[in-house]
């Protein structure tokens, strides 16, 4: 009965005399070592082949301790115990091993180590563990100069979103392929540190800019899969003081990269100190502009707009910030920072408002322009503003706020608001124009949705900047274009605007084109209020 019980246990079962003879093995034991019922002798001569322990049948105490065989093809991890067996008067009488399948939880266990340390995605190192091997690698070669560098998918959220998950994994692994490649010559470490950016260590002997550039250029002008470019952007940090930690190494790196942000024609960037300049600066922008509007540090400013005659009949709204310690700031100062971090929308409608209050101080005072008619002020509206206000919502109340016709606001939407999402926009353009307020297109012709405007949005006015007439190889067929477009838009009821006017003998050759209202500093800079009020207006 004791046999069939034990012959029963799925654990291979090799009991042994007091000398540590075998005598004995179960049905599992049969099965495991591979032994018939003639040979169960042999192991014990096993056991000490799996145990590298050659005096294995000499052991007197108890023990377990692990091997890991291959038996059938099969990768096997085993836990293996010896037990003594001792009679009532705690006498050793014999001994017996019992052989375990641990193989499903070492396996178990493997898998949930490798999933701590590797990007379940790509397979390679995930950050923490990436940063650990990096830290311990300068520590113990420190006689070599090292590059942090980082690789990062330009728009890879708009990859993913666009055109599915297993796209965006697709470009994880041809970006990983890469990185594998670049390893093939050079000692580098390497390992995922976000959705978007793999950094990796390189000696700083070993880095090829060159390199590195062609050979993720080549990759992602090889994948043919979605129609869409595939963009890499590449940071780069030199490492002059290895104490400082790992994370910040890379993190000067993710800063040289947000540099690149919206450029294409440049994908390598190495970081400089110049760049925490840049940040502490946007930064303090950021931050600032709350403040600077609450202490009205926000200046408005005026550049007339002028007929061929030399009459002003209105201005272009532009700010400047008297700030508290840099003095007066222009607006590519700190414009661009609140555009690239969604900030703008708290400056437009800080400018609209006391745009709109000007115009209501202006009308209450009777100022007149110098054709005695209302002035009209041209307001810029940023992308963001379509996103995050409901713009025709907003200049509704103003106008209804500060008892203002529709008429003296003048919307200026620059070209390349309207290269995304264009049906909404139109929508809220049309509501706009339908209650009055004049459209203006500012630099018109430097976009691509040229005729996409003349064709689809109700727009009164188009601003021609002065570059489009310059900017060519050949000037006399961009004149013969620009006089026929410039009659095409006055054919369609549609005022031009040319600005950056700067010398007079530009007035008589864009009048003949048919301009009849220009801007620029041949006319006059941007005034303060104060200034334009005194130069301009007519008091009634």
């Known amino acids: 009965m004791l046999s069939q019980v034990i012959s029963s246990f799925s654990d291979a079962l090799i009991f042994c005399d007091i000398d540590n003879t075998c005598i004995y093995i179960n049905d599992a034991a049969h099965e495991l070592l591979g032994l018939s019922d ?13 145990l590298n322990n050659p005096n294995l049948s000499e052991v007197k105490e108890d023990f377990t301790c692990f091997c890991s065989r291959v038996i059938n093809n099969k990768l096997l991890h085993l836990q293996i115990d010896y037990h003594n067996v001792y009679n009532s008067k705690n006498k050793r009488i014999s001994s017996y091993y019992q052989i375990m399948d641990r193989t499903d939880s070492v396996d178990s266990f ?10 379940a995605v790509t397979g390679v190192y995930n950050k ?52 594998k490649e670049l390893a093939k010559n050079h000692s580098i470490l390497y390992g995922r540190l976000s959705s978007n950016k793999f950094g990796f260590l390189i000696k700083r002997s070993d880095f090829n800019d060159l390199e590195v550039r062609n050979l993720f250029g080549e990759l992602a002008d090889s994948y043919d899969k979605i129609y869409y470019p595939i963009v890499y952007q590449i940071g780069i940090y030199e490492i002059t003081d290895d104490r400082i930690p790992i994370t910040l190494m890379f993190e000067h790196c993710f800063q040289a990269i947000e540099q690149l942000k919206n450029n294409y024609t ?24 709350n403040d600077a509007i609450n202490n009205n540090e926000l200046l408005l400013y005026l550049q007339p707009q002028v007929t061929k005659d030399d009459i002003v009949v209105g201005a272009e709204v532009l ?62 509206i940023s992308p963001m503003d379509f996103y995050f206000l409901d713009v025709h919502e907003e200049f509704m109340r103003l106008i209804k706020k500060y008892d203002l016709s529709p008429q003296t ?90 600005e950056g006017v700067e010398v007079k003998e530009q007035i008589p050759f864009l009048s003949k084109m048919g301009c009849n209202l220009f801007q620029g500093f041949y006319f006059s800079p941007p005034q303060p ?3 334009f009020e005194r130069l301009y207006t007519i008091d009634n």
């Open 110 to 119: 493997e898998k949930q180590r490798y999933l701590a340390i590797h990007d």
């Open 409 to 498: 606001l003048r919307l200026e939407i620059t070209e390349d608001v309207l290269m995304q999402d264009i049906d909404r926009k139109i929508a809220v353009v049309q509501k706009l124009k339908s209650n009055g307020f004049i459209i203006e297109i500012d630099n018109f012709g430097n976009g691509y949705t040229l005729l996409n405007i003349l064709k689809d949005l109700p727009v009164d006015v188009l601003k021609l900047e002065m570059s489009f007439l310059y900017e060519t190889r050949e000037p006399e067929k961009n004149h013969y274009i620009l006089e026929l477009l410039i009659k095409l838009v006055q054919e369609l009821g549609m005022t031009v605007i040319t």
């Open 128 to 179: 923490n563990h990436f940063y650990k091997i990096v830290r311990d690698h300068i520590e113990e070669y420190p006689q070599f100069r090292y590059l942090a560098v980082v690789i990062a998918i330009n728009e890879f959220k708009l990859i993913n979103d666009v055109f599915g998950s297993f796209i965006g994994d697709d470009v994880l692994h041809i970006t990983t392929k890469g990185l």
């Open 38 to 50: 003639n040979e169960v002798d042999l192991s014990q001569e096993i056991l000490k082949v799996w």
């Open 529 to 531: 209020v104060e200034e």
């Open 319 to 380: 700010v400047r910030w008297q700030h508290i310690i840099k003095g007066l700031l222009y607006p590519n100062q700190f414009i661009p920072i609140l555009e690239k971090n969604g900030t703008i929308i708290k400056l437009d409608k800080f400018i609209w408002e006391s745009s709109c209050a000007l115009l209501s101080k202006w009308k209450k005072e009777g100022r007149k322009n110098q054709l005695g008619e209302d002035f009209y002020l041209s307001l810029n």
């Open 266 to 289: 440049h994908q390598i960037i190495k970081y400089s100190q110049h760049l925490d300049r840049q940040l502490l600066w946007e930064r303090e922008v950021t931050v600032g502009i």
